[in-house]
């Protein structure tokens, strides 16, 4: 039988690519009988949805005045 | 024609600024990135059809420039030195692979969008303290939804490496929020 840690490390690759199929059951039959590894392939699918979130999240931080002005300063000048 | 695109620097600026900064951590290579794009942007105007928002087409622009400055700092730390660094597995597991710390429900409710928000702040600190290669990669992964072959061919690294250094990642922001995320515990 596969080890937490080893499962960790299924669980996580299985976000990045198809696990073949014996690895895909022995991850499979860990998690039945483990409830800790249960909760931590939980935790990385919230994690990948809070990223989601994250990336469609309104702007909270904002260009500087002088980053601003040198921007339009350097748009008056280009290609003069 | 600077006119107009002067114009877009305040309606645009915040949007482009918060994603290269999301992406990239540092505010000056942050607003570096948005200066180039809105350089390209005023160069090749021409492209600009106005069939997409002139939001989406600078994103677009920025999103490539972002990749670019990404893949160059990449090239500069050698992936050996990754290889041998930034293991937090021993944190988590004992010699027999069990684990040291029990995972815990972190109880974020999909409802509750003040918990939902602590949540993500957590999130944001979190990520500041992931170390700059393993953020990199994260980032491609899960903020720009590249491929893990996307990416391998970007940074030149193979499959393994990659998805060991993403699990690493996984875990080091998995303990963290663990360790700060006192939401959901009080009622």
């Known amino acids: ?80 | 024609m600077s006119a107009g695109i002067e114009t877009w620097v305040d309606e645009h600026g915040d949007a482009l600024y918060n994603y290269a900064l999301s992406r990239l951590r540092n505010p000056s290579s942050a607003e570096d990135v948005v200066q180039e794009t809105f350089l390209a942007a005023h160069r090749s105007l021409s492209d600009f059809s106005g069939r997409s928002s002139p939001r989406t087409w600078l994103i677009g622009i920025l999103k490539h420039k972002v990749i670019d400055l990404i893949r160059k700092e990449s090239r500069e730390q050698p992936i050996e030195e990754i290889e041998t660094m930034e293991a937090p597995e021993e944190e988590f597991f004992d010699r027999k692979g069990h684990w040291r710390i029990k995972p815990v429900d972190w109880q974020v409710h999909p409802g509750k969008v003040l918990e939902q928000k602590e949540f993500m702040a957590v999130l944001l600190q979190c990520l500041k303290h992931l170390p700059d290669r393993l953020h990199r990669l994260f980032i491609l992964r899960e903020l720009e939804d590249m491929s893990s072959a996307e990416i391998c061919k970007e940074l030149e690294i193979t499959s393994s490496n990659l998805w060991v250094m993403l699990h690493r990642a996984r875990m080091r922001l998995r303990g963290c929020l663990t360790e700060n995320w006192i939401g959901g515990q009080s009622c």
């Open chain 1, 1 to 80: 039988m596969l080890t937490c840690k080893e499962v960790s490390t299924l669980v996580s690759e299985s976000l990045d690519h198809s696990l073949p199929l014996r690895q895909r059951m022995g991850v499979r039959f860990h998690l039945m009988m483990c409830s800790m590894c249960r909760t931590y392939k939980k935790q990385t699918l919230q994690l990948r949805d809070a990223m989601r979130t994250y990336a469609r999240r309104e702007p909270t931080e904002h260009l500087s005045k002088e980053a601003r002005q040198r921007i339009k300063n350097a748009l008056k000048t280009d290609g003069k």
